[in-house]
């Protein structure tokens, strides 16, 4: 389990970085006391998951994959799917109108499905808080 600190410094971004992650619900975590612990499968399902979005800063993720799985993975990474998502990046550029347009209707229909599983993430954690407090003041109230 890794503290917010030692993925803020794993991964080269703010403390608040992560815990805006851990409050959006891109990274799980559960709460310790003020802080929180993440356990470093999630965080390797993030980092995957921010890997893939064209426009991430590629220059931080390759140091990441480098520490967490080695050089040779690194290597692999920047080989096999950054230097591709690169060049597909270049290709849209220069792509039809039409298939700019299909491109980022694909990306607009996939914002609004993670927006709304965040939505529905946060009226859940909001009814499980709800159902504390009604069960804390019936125990006041007995």
């Known amino acids: 389990m890794l503290t917010t600190k030692q993925i803020s410094?794993?991964?080269?971004?703010?403390?608040?970085?992560?815990?805006?992650?851990?409050?959006?619900?891109?990274?799980?975590?559960?709460?310790d006391g003020k802080g929180y612990r993440v356990d470093e499968l999630a965080l390797k399902r993030l980092v995957d998951e921010k890997s893939q979005i064209p426009g991430t800063a590629l220059n931080k993720i390759l140091p990441i994959i480098q520490d967490m799985f080695g050089p040779e993975a690194a290597q692999f990474a920047?080989?096999?799917?950054?230097?591709?998502?690169?060049?597909?990046?270049?290709?849209?550029?220069?792509?039809?109108?039409?298939?700019?347009?299909?491109?980022?209707?694909?990306?607009?229909?996939r914002l609004k499905r993670k927006k709304r599983r965040l939505e529905l993430e946060h009226e859940l954690k909001l009814l499980d808080i709800e159902e504390q407090i009604a069960s804390m003041e019936r125990k006041q109230h007995s």
Do not use: C, Y
């Open 78 to 109: 920047k080989s096999n799917v950054f230097d591709p998502l690169q060049a597909t990046m270049q290709s849209s550029e220069t792509a039809t109108p039409e298939a700019s347009k299909a491109s980022m209707e694909a990306e607009l229909a």
């Open 9 to 31: 410094e794993l991964l080269r971004v703010s403390e608040e970085t992560v815990r805006r992650w851990i409050r959006t619900g891109e990274l799980h975590a559960e709460q």
